[in-house]
């Protein structure tokens, strides 16, 4: 830690701005001799010209601080405008839902209405996500807090305009020795994908033909099929559980080719409901992996189900309704945390969330009951309710009868 204080890019421009650039002590009040000790430890040459290049030195600094303190300035009407997004809310499966309303990370939006990628553009990318995390953070933090951390953003930019660390890449190692199967489940794909031939050409080639997302298993198989063209195409498309269209899905071709080989990739705007899910920063999504009393679902039943909430169009009318009346949540809720000093959950409050949620499990149960495999996911379930009497009974016959039928 005493290294990374005295050593890191930030902590060294902090240090060298509030001594060398600091605008409140001019030229004049260094020494010749400070002079001299600046210069040399940056292998500035000292000769006659040596205040001109302390000069440059100080405006340099400074420059690189204006920097930064203008990309905030810029991009913080951006976001407060609803214009710039971040990585995502800080609460997964908050973060989760507003992906599914058609969230797009790190992303802007033009002055089309339609959302344009600022990713690959090296640590810039990751700066200008930061920034708006923190942005977003600020009903979570203390005045105090909040421009202190902002002001941080800004010295990060001015201090570190290099390119991205090496250190990025270990990121799959760390997911697999933390013990999460899917992260090595999806190394392992990606490797076992890369042993054959044109493994990124491939990639390319699933994406152009069906650049939707799939419903699919954290496992290899399912791994590998999402990136090979034609093994993808068998996989389940996922549907938004709120607008029914396919999650993804480009407008047109030049759209499809867009996203696929350029590094801008460009997304639609989202829809007032999602909008509405997003602003209430809504947490809960539908579950699908299982029907609830014990029945897992395959991908592809998933799917469909994903399908059928967004054709029945159920949820999509309740949440219209709730959406009517309470168009002034947003500014109801900042009224009252601003007008009281006990910290109130936006979960909570109005019961708004508890009637998006009745609305969502509403709206999965229909969907259900549609299923085209709805028989035989009965079937299963009071096969496994009979498993479970068997066993209570410790009836050892009656079990085994009752799995020889279902074979």
Request: proline share 4%; net charge neutral.
């Amino acid at each position: 830690m005493r290294c990374t204080d005295t050593h890191s890019p930030f902590s060294v421009f902090v240090r060298d701005y509030n001594q060398i650039a600091n605008p409140l002590k001019p030229t004049s009040a260094f020494t010749e001799q400070e002079i001299d000790q600046i210069l040399k430890a940056r292998d500035i040459p000292i000769d006659e010209h040596k205040y001109a290049r302390f000069d440059t030195l100080r405006a340099e600094i400074r420059g690189r601080k204006a920097i930064g303190t203008l990309a905030m300035l810029a991009a913080g009407p951006m976001f407060l405008a609803g214009n710039l997004r971040g990585n995502g809310h800080f609460d997964k499966e908050t973060d989760r839902v507003a992906k599914e309303a058609n969230y797009k990370p790190r992303t802007y939006k033009g002055l089309d209405g339609n959302w344009y990628s600022y990713d690959n553009l090296g640590a810039i990318s990751d700066w200008l996500a930061v920034t708006a995390d923190v942005m977003g953070t600020f009903g979570s933090l203390d005045e105090a807090d909040f421009e202190m951390q902002m002001n941080r953003m800004g010295f990060l930019l001015s201090a570190h305009m290099t390119s991205k660390s090496f250190m990025s890449g270990l990121e799959p190692l760390f997911d697999i020795m933390s013990g999460n199967p899917a992260a090595g489940q999806r190394w392992a794909a990606s490797f076992g994908s890369g042993l054959v031939p044109l493994s990124g050409f491939r990639n390319e080639v699933a994406r152009l033909l069906h650049p939707e997302l799939r419903v699919v298993e954290q496992d290899i198989y399912h791994l590998i099929a999402n990136r090979n063209p034609m093994a993808k195409n068998d996989l389940g498309i996922q549907y938004s559980w709120i607008t029914g269209k396919k999650v993804n899905e480009p407008a047109n071709l030049f759209h499809r080719f867009w996203n696929t080989y350029s590094p801008w990739k460009t997304y639609g705007g989202t829809t007032k409901a999602e909008q509405f899910l997003i602003d209430v920063e809504f947490d809960a999504r539908p579950t699908m992996q299982t029907n609830g009393k014990g029945v897992d679902y395959t991908p592809k039943q998933r799917a469909e189900l994903y399908r059928l909430m967004g054709e029945d169009a159920y949820f999509a009318g309740e949440l219209e309704r709730i959406m009517k009346n309470n168009t002034q949540f947003v500014q109801r809720y900042n009224t009252a945390r601003a007008s009281t000093s006990t910290r109130l959950d936006h979960r909570k409050w109005d019961s708004l969330h508890a009637q998006i949620r009745m609305a969502l499990r509403e709206a999965k149960e229909r969907a259900e009951l549609m299923l085209t495999d709805r028989d035989q996911i009965f079937a299963q379930y009071q096969m496994n309710e009979m498993k479970d009497i068997y066993q209570e009974q410790g009836d050892i016959e009656g079990l085994n009868n009752l799995m020889l039928k279902n074979k």
